[in-house]
């Protein structure tokens, strides 16, 4: 219940950082630290596929923040 939990509230912040980040550079970084968090939520729960691809959308998004 604990991991469910967890997973719910990171999936929940990266999607709300995802809808903040036309405001600034910060929201971009953010939502990047909330798809590791939704990636270490894949992993924990057995759903590496899931881990796998948060992971690539954190770099994605660093990237992003990094040459902004």
């Not at 939502?31 to 691809?53: D, K, N, T």
Request: charged share 10%; hydrophobic share 60%.
């Amino acid at each position: 219940m604990a991991i469910t939990i967890y997973g719910v509230l990171a999936v929940t912040f990266m999607m709300v950082m995802y809808a903040l980040e036309r405001r600034g550079r910060v929201f971009i970084a953010l939502f990047a630290l909330g798809c590791v968090l939704s990636s270490v939520y894949g992993f924990l729960s057995g759903a590496w596929p899931f881990g796998v691809v948060e992971l690539i959308w954190a770099g994605i998004a660093y990237r992003r923040f990094a040459t902004t």
